[in-house]
């Protein structure tokens, strides 16, 4: 019933910038915190950032003072603004989402990727 769908993602020389977009569609009452997520080959999935509802963000250390996450309510929107990006901030990011479905039901949704690669 929910899909969140990334893009915005693509290949960039090192201190190079990129914007990723999330969208959500399906059923929803409300979305409340979001965030992205990235993985690298052969490492483990970590946090990027997050946001809360009204818009209260929170980044990884290795991101800090170059990326910035931000949400648009009325369009069901998440960005990722990527700036002075580094080889080491290739990954596949992943946007998820905890949605409300109805009044009661409130489930976490993820998207399916889109490779950010950033070369020297």
């Known amino acids: 019933q929910v899909m969140l769908m990334e893009s915005g993602g693509g290949s960039v020389q090192a201190g190079g910038s990129l914007r990723l977009d999330c969208a959500a569609n399906?059923?929803?009452?409300?979305?409340?915190?979001q965030g992205w997520y990235r993985q690298a080959p052969g490492e483990q999935r970590e946090l990027v950032a997050t946001i809360t509802r009204g818009g209260s963000p929170n980044y990884a250390d290795s991101v800090k003072g170059r990326f910035t996450i931000s949400r648009d309510n009325t369009k069901n929107k998440l960005y990722l603004q990527m700036n002075h990006l580094r080889p080491e901030d290739t990954a596949v990011y992943y946007c998820?989402?905890?949605?409300?479905?109805?009044?009661?039901?409130?489930?976490?949704?993820w998207g399916q990727g889109t490779q950010v690669t950033v070369s020297s």
């Open positions: 998820t989402s905890k949605i409300l479905i109805n009044s009661w039901n409130m489930k976490d949704y």
């Open positions: 399906g059923i929803i009452f409300r979305i409340e915190d």
